[in-house]
Every structure is written in structure tokens, then in C-alpha cells.
Nanobody, 123 residues
Framework: QVLLRESGGGSVQTGGSLRLSCAAS????????MAWFRQVPGKDNEGVAALDAYGSATYADSVKGRFTVSKDNANQNTLLLQMNSLKTEDTAMYYC????????????????WGPGTQVTVSS
């Protein structure tokens, strides 16, 4: 059974950077789309970035040019999210997920989810 677990969250000031990691026990399956989501209490889950089975990355407009999703070159079972130029509106709980469809739609579906890691950006 594959389990996902995020790490790397924390508190930073506006303009700072964080790198989130998503470790997959049992291995990441490159046949599936992996994605990062974020959620603020009272708001819907928002697709942030995705890496498809072909290694192509896509991003929400709100993070384009600032966030980068990739697999860890040293450990292909780890999905990364490099977040630069952070803004206060990036504050959220961040989740990684596997086997996803409709990442940027109103109701994304993923087969596996991690428990999340909190990111707080203050001015």
C-alpha cells in the first residue's frame, strides 16, 4: 500500500521560499498524475501544480513563474514543490496527491492523499 506524507511546511515572510516534499512509501507510480493542492479553511481545495505521466508540469495561474513541481533527482519516490516569491495569499494547508484527474477543476479527484503540511506566509 502506498502512503503519501508531506513535509517542508513552515512560516516565512513575504518573498521567501519553501520547498515541500512528498514522500511515497511504496514508490511513486510514474503512470499517474501527481499533484499538489492547497486549502484554506472555508474555501475549496485548489489545484496548485501537477506532474503528469509524461513528466510535463502544469500550474495554476496564481503560482506560475513562482512554483516548480518536480521529482527529486536523488529519490524518484519523492515529489517536490519549490515555492519562491511567496505571498500572503499562498498561506494554506498543502497536500500532495496521486492518480489525479481534474486537478484544476471544481472537483478534483485523486486516489491517494497525504495528510498535508501547513504553509504560513506573513508580511
Amino acid at each position: 500500500q502506498v502512503l503519501l506524507r508531506e513535509s517542508g511546511g513552515g512560516s516565512v515572510q513575504t518573498g521567501g521560499s519553501l520547498r515541500l516534499s512528498c514522500a511515497a512509501s511504496g514508490g511513486l507510480n510514474s503512470r499517474w498524475t501527481m499533484a499538489w493542492f492547497r486549502q484554506v479553511p472555508g474555501k475549496d481545495n485548489e489545484g496548485v501544480a501537477a506532474l503528469d505521466a509524461y513528466g510535463s508540469a502544469t500550474y495554476a495561474d496564481s503560482v506560475k513563474g513562482r512554483f516548480t513541481v518536480s521529482k527529486d533527482n536523488a529519490n524518484q519516490n519523492t515529489l517536490l514543490l519549490q515555492m519562491n516569491s511567496l505571498k500572503t495569499e499562498d498561506t494554506a494547508m498543502y497536500y500532495c496527491a496521486q492518480d489525479c484527474e481534474g486537478v484544476y477543476g471544481a472537483r478534483p479527484t485523486c486516489r491517494l492523499w497525504g495528510p498535508g503540511t501547513q504553509v504560513t506566509v506573513s508580511s
